[in-house]
């Protein structure tokens, strides 16, 4: 009786020793910091903000209106609701087969509300290309935002979308590649700001069925990082893309979010050396879901609307 006793005594000091080792080996869970997630949520306003500025420039520059000749000059009001009281208007386009010209979107002084988010915008926004239509290999557009702010953001700078690649199916089918190049700078109503430069590679695949757009990084001989800057708490960040980020222009449409519905993106902190990933899954559902990781920790975020106080 004595020998089981002990070897059960043994047995018990041995299980106790074993679940120990493994608690005091493991790694706790920590949910990601306060600056982490306002580092991931200005990461996500800056890029919803200047994404939907290319695609309203590219809803405006398919008006009838820049088919040059008589048309060159002439003033246009579009449906779609974000730019259904601004004024676009063409100037300078070649005559002969719209090679170049200039476009300007002005929104009118007391603001334009959108029909979905009622967001307000305010201010101009100029486009101008050469080298053939935005769709040509080989040419350019260059947008450049005065006095342009969404919901009391203001947003200043430019941007310009190079095409790198242009195959044509039929008239409803095609894909355009863009090499992208950007400085922006975003300014809050509280009077805090943050800047980001960015250069990456952008994909309009564009089908009856479905319209979808790619985001990766930029070729290595352009630039390391997708983006680069401070945000508006006055940390620096640098970002790379891992898994290309895809979005559906379907999902847009609804919900006017240009937030990615697969991939992921690593941002690292550079201020407080700290890296962190932002994965937007991967079962393509339109909502305006992320979740944040950081080591073995990890939160859900939803992008929030541009006027977000982070």
């Known amino acids: 009786m004595k020998?089981?006793?002990?070897?059960?005594?043994?047995?018990?000091?041995?299980?106790?020793?074993?679940?120990?080792?493994?608690?005091?080996?493991?790694t706790?869970?920590?949910t990601p910091g306060v600056d982490s997630q306002q580092m991931a949520t200005t990461d996500g306003v800056m890029s919803?903000?200047?994404?939907?500025?290319?695609?309203?420039?590219?809803?405006?520059?398919?008006?009838?209106?820049?088919?040059g000749g008589a048309n060159a000059g002439r003033m246009e009001v579009v449906t779609d609701d974000r730019l259904k009281c601004a004024t676009i208007t063409f100037s300078d386009v070649d005559p002969v087969d719209r090679a170049f010209g200039t476009?300007?979107?002005?929104?009118?002084?007391?603001?334009?509300?959108?029909?979905?988010?009622a967001n307000i915008r305010k201010g101009t926004i100029t486009v101008k290309w050469t080298g053939g239509r935005w769709y040509r290999a080989g040419s350019t557009h260059t947008i450049t935002l005065s006095n342009y702010n969404v919901n009391q953001i203001g947003i200043t700078g430019s941007k310009t979308l190079t095409v790198t690649s242009y195959t044509y199916t039929t008239a409803t089918a095609y894909t355009v590649i863009w090499a992208v190049a950007a400085d922006h700078q975003l300014t809050w109503p509280d009077g805090?700001?943050?800047?980001?430069?960015?250069?990456?590679?952008k994909q309009w695949d564009h089908s009856p069925s479905q319209e979808t757009y790619t985001y990766s990084n930029p070729d290595p001989a352009v630039g390391t990082f997708v983006a680069q800057g401070t945000n508006r708490h006055g940390k620096k960040f640098?970002?790379?893309?891992?898994?290309?980020?895809?979005?559906?222009?379907?999902?847009?449409?609804?919900?006017?979010?240009?937030?990615?519905?697969?991939?992921?993106?690593?941002?690292?902190?550079v201020t407080d050396n700290?890296?962190?990933?932002?994965?937007?899954?991967?079962?393509?559902?339109?909502?305006?879901?992320?979740?944040?990781?950081?080591?073995?920790?990890?939160?859900?975020?939803?992008?929030?609307?541009?006027?977000?106080?982070?």
Do not use: H, W
């Open 103 to 117: 476009m300007t979107i002005a929104f009118p002084q007391d603001g334009c509300v959108d029909g979905i988010k």
């Open 48 to 67: 919803i903000l200047t994404d939907e500025i290319d695609d309203m420039v590219l809803i405006a520059l398919n008006t009838s209106v820049a088919s």
């Open 28 to 30: 706790p869970t920590i």
């Open 238 to 269: 640098t970002a790379t893309i891992t898994t290309p980020l895809m979005a559906y222009y379907s999902c847009v449409l609804v919900s006017r979010n240009y937030i990615p519905l697969y991939g992921v993106k690593s941002i690292t902190n």
């Open 3 to 26: 020998n089981r006793s002990f070897f059960t005594e043994f047995r018990s000091f041995i299980q106790f020793v074993t679940l120990a080792a493994v608690f005091s080996c493991s």
């Open 274 to 310: 700290v890296t962190m990933s932002i994965n937007y899954g991967t079962d393509f559902t339109c909502d305006n879901a992320y979740i944040l990781i950081i080591g073995n920790g990890s939160i859900p975020l939803r992008a929030k609307n541009n006027s977000s106080d982070d």
């Open 192 to 201: 805090t700001s943050a800047t980001i430069s960015s250069t990456f590679t």
